[in-house]
């Protein structure tokens, strides 16, 4: 009996001390229709550690997949469906050691070939228009738990999209999620906890918005019911905190630098990051500070780094500043700029686009003396769905997915030097995407059909964890080479002289992160590419 009882009290205890918590199935599921498939979406469940998503035909249920989503996504693109057809899907959480039921089924219908995305083209249903970022995004109705969020209706919006993130000195939240309201309520705040919202319009034809810009609250500690805020960045009690400006670097030695920049309206503190950057050793510093300066040392004599600031006002954090790179003294001089000196921060050129597919392109241009960094942007061009890349390489190449078969684009590139200088960016450089894969140019001239055909390829399981085979359709007497790219366009894994008759490749993926990535195939003078999906 003492040890019935005994027992009996440790599981109380368990459970009234939350050791054993609920793990809730997720809540909110929706789907959306775009240009790439189709976006399946649900809210996030407190101390869920990943989620298990199945997705099934609605006709005599046979199951598409069913893989296992990272906890920090919530929505997930499904692609290869048949066009005009019945699915459904549904999701379960997995908490730590238990699961939770599956959810119910949710039926959505996939667009029709050729016809307009976003559930049959709404009012912005062409190829054409713009879809607006939302105005007047406000927080009300605040709580120690909850919080409603409202902005105002976009013309040609079919739904929202919604971020909801922590901010400083608060536990981890996010949450994410879809609707076709312009108010919604987020619940699982902590008291007092700090927080930042934003919202995107998602139109027709795969059309998004930008993001708003952050709107910052505070969860209250005791109220039934609080005020209003937002109306902009800020939050809190209105207001912008600006972005520090004129972020600069001097007093270069072989191991330390001054970091310093602006004074910015309002700012109480400045939260200062820096970095390690490419073939140095690993960096990281992160110090808050009233001031508008400060020495920073440790580092490697030659070693390359980025810093970038952001400000802390009464009513929330700035977006951070773009990064400065900076290198350190090899030999131990002072002087300002990461050691280039005043040499120019010239612009890069020879532009050039090959290895064109469907879906990808491969972008690059010549070395500039002094460079640390080159800034790479995309986008989309006339009647083309709306696509936007930018991202920052060491590299002079860089492989842009996600593409669009016979869309047009541009991109253009600039150089980033020590010390914060920049070039001005080159001239847009205009390129298309191949419509068919078994003819994809080689160059940016335009796409030629007298290649010999690259056998089509496929690569299994899909998703993966650790291992996945290639595997051609017709051995070939030619020599291949293969490789693998993650969504940042940087190339992972790199396959050369393969040969052809073999017919197929085996490669481990253990070592990648889970993520989205691309497997490039090429014999030299035709590419394909085919996605790949690793979970973990």
Same mark, same amino acid.
């Given at each position: 009996?003492?040890?019935?009882?005994?027992?009996?009290?440790? +599981? %109380?205890?368990?459970?009234?001390?939350?050791? *054993?918590?609920?793990?809730?199935?997720?809540?909110?599921?929706?789907?959306?229709?775009?240009?790439?498939?189709?976006?399946?979406?649900?809210?996030?469940?407190?101390? #869920?550690?990943?989620?298990?998503?199945?997705?099934?035909?609605?006709?005599?249920?046979?199951?598409?997949?069913?893989?296992?989503?990272?906890? /920090?996504?919530?929505?997930? *693109?499904?692609?290869?469906? !048949?066009?005009?057809?019945?699915?459904? &899907?549904?999701?379960?959480?997995?908490?730590?050691?238990?699961?939770? /039921?599956?959810?119910?089924?949710?039926?959505?219908?996939?667009?029709?070939?050729?016809?307009?995305?976003?559930?049959?083209?709404?009012?912005?249903?062409?190829?054409? $228009?713009?879809?607006?970022?939302?105005?007047?995004?406000?927080?009300?109705?605040?709580?120690?738990?909850?919080?409603? *969020?409202?902005?105002?209706?976009?013309?040609?919006?079919?739904?929202?999209?919604?971020?909801?993130?922590?901010?400083?000195?608060?536990?981890?939240? #996010?949450?994410?999620?879809?609707?076709?309201?312009?108010?919604?309520?987020?619940?699982?705040?902590?008291?007092?906890?700090?927080?930042?919202?934003?919202?995107?319009?998602?139109?027709?034809?795969?059309?998004?918005?930008?993001?708003?810009?952050?709107?910052?609250?505070?969860?209250?500690?005791?109220?039934?019911?609080?005020?209003?805020?937002?109306?902009?960045?800020?939050?809190?009690? $209105?207001?912008?905190?600006?972005?520090?400006?004129?972020?600069?670097?001097?007093?270069?030695?072989?191991?330390?630098?001054?970091?310093? @920049?602006?004074?910015?309206?309002?700012?109480?503190?400045?939260?200062?990051?820096?970095?390690?950057?490419?073939?140095?050793?690993? &960096?990281? +510093?992160?110090?808050?500070?009233?001031?508008?300066?400060?020495?920073?040392?440790?580092?490697?004599?030659?070693?390359?780094?980025?810093?970038?600031?952001? =400000?802390?006002?009464?009513?929330?954090?700035?977006?951070?500043?773009?990064?400065? %790179? %900076?290198?350190?003294?090899?030999?131990?001089?002072?002087?300002?700029?990461?050691?280039?000196?005043?040499?120019?921060?010239?612009?890069?050129?020879?532009?050039?686009?090959?290895?064109?597919?469907?879906?990808?392109?491969?972008?690059? @241009? =010549?070395?500039?003396?002094?460079?640390?960094?080159?800034?790479?942007?995309?986008?989309?061009?006339?009647?083309?769905?709306?696509?936007? %890349? /930018?991202?920052?390489?060491?590299?002079?190449?860089?492989?842009?997915?996600?593409?669009?078969?016979?869309?047009?684009?541009? &991109?253009?590139?600039?150089?980033?030097?020590?010390?914060?200088?920049?070039?001005?960016?080159?001239?847009?450089?205009?390129?298309?995407?191949?419509?068919?894969?078994?003819?994809?140019?080689?160059? =940016?001239?335009?796409?030629?059909?007298?290649?010999?055909?690259?056998?089509? &390829?496929?690569?299994?399981?899909?998703?993966?964890?650790?291992?996945?085979?290639?595997?051609?359709?017709?051995?070939?007497?030619?020599?291949?080479?293969?490789?693998?790219?993650?969504?940042?366009?940087?190339?992972?894994?790199?396959? /050369? !002289?393969?040969?052809? #008759?073999?017919?197929?490749?085996?490669?481990?993926?253990?070592?990648?992160?889970?993520?989205?990535?691309?497997?490039?195939?090429?014999?030299?003078?035709?590419?394909? =590419?085919?996605?790949?999906?690793?979970?973990?």
């Amino acid at each position: 009996m003492t040890r019935f009882l005994t027992t009996t009290l440790f +599981f %109380f205890l368990l459970a009234t001390s939350g050791i *054993l918590a609920n793990c809730n199935a997720p809540t909110g599921l929706q789907s959306l229709n775009n240009s790439d498939g189709v976006l399946l979406s649900w809210n996030a469940v407190p101390g #869920a550690i990943s989620y298990w998503l199945k997705v099934e035909n609605a006709n005599n249920n046979p199951q598409v997949y069913e893989i296992e989503i990272p906890v /920090n996504a919530t929505s997930y *693109l499904v692609t290869n469906l !048949n066009a005009n057809a019945s699915y459904k &899907f549904k999701v379960r959480t997995k908490c730590n050691g238990e699961k939770s /039921n599956w959810t119910d089924y949710i039926s959505f219908q996939t667009a029709s070939a050729g016809g307009g995305t976003g559930g049959g083209g709404g009012n912005n249903g062409g190829t054409g $228009g713009t879809c607006a970022i939302p105005e007047g995004l406000t927080v009300s109705n605040i709580t120690d738990g909850a919080a409603t *969020l409202s902005w105002t209706a976009v013309t040609g919006a079919q739904q929202y999209e919604v971020e909801v993130e922590d901010n400083e000195n608060t536990a981890p939240f #996010a949450f994410n999620t879809l609707t076709n309201e312009t108010t919604i309520t987020v619940t699982g705040l902590a008291a007092n906890g700090q927080y930042q919202v934003k919202v995107k319009s998602k139109c027709g034809s795969g059309l998004s918005s930008e993001y708003s810009a952050w709107v910052f609250f505070n969860a209250s500690a005791s109220t039934s019911g609080g005020g209003t805020t937002g109306g902009g960045t800020g939050g809190g009690t $209105g207001g912008a905190c600006d972005i520090p400006t004129n972020l600069t670097v001097s007093n270069l030695t072989s191991n330390s630098a001054i970091l310093s @920049w602006s004074p910015a309206a309002g700012a109480l503190q400045y939260e200062v990051e820096v970095e390690d950057d490419e073939n140095t050793p690993l &960096f990281s +510093f992160n110090a808050i500070t009233t001031d508008t300066t400060i020495a920073v040392i440790g580092l490697a004599a030659g070693g390359n780094y980025q810093f970038k600031v952001k =400000s802390k006002c009464a009513n929330g954090s700035s977006e951070y500043a773009a990064w400065i %790179f %900076f290198n350190a003294s090899a030999t131990g001089g002072g002087g300002t700029g990461g050691g280039v000196g005043t040499n120019a921060c010239t612009t890069p050129v020879n532009l050039e686009v090959s290895e064109i597919t469907t879906t990808s392109v491969k972008l690059t @241009w =010549s070395p500039v003396a002094g460079a640390l960094r080159y800034e790479v942007e995309v986008e989309d061009d006339e009647n083309t769905p709306a696509f936007s %890349f /930018n991202a920052l390489t060491g590299n002079t190449a860089v492989l842009i997915i996600g593409l669009t078969p016979g869309g047009k684009y541009q &991109f253009k590139v600039k150089t980033k030097c020590g010390g914060g200088q920049s070039s001005e960016y080159s001239a847009w450089t205009l390129f298309s995407t191949a419509l068919q894969l078994t003819a994809p140019a080689t160059g =940016s001239a335009g796409l030629g059909v007298d290649h010999p055909a690259l056998p089509a &390829f496929q690569v299994y399981p899909n998703p993966a964890a650790s291992a996945v085979a290639v595997q051609w359709g017709e051995p070939t007497t030619e020599m291949l080479s293969l490789s693998v790219v993650n969504a940042q366009g940087r190339q992972m894994m790199r396959y /050369n !002289n393969i040969d052809g #008759a073999q017919g197929k490749i085996d490669l481990s993926v253990s070592n990648l992160d889970a993520g989205l990535y691309v497997v490039v195939m090429s014999n030299g003078k035709v590419t394909q =590419s085919r996605q790949l999906l690793i979970v973990k």
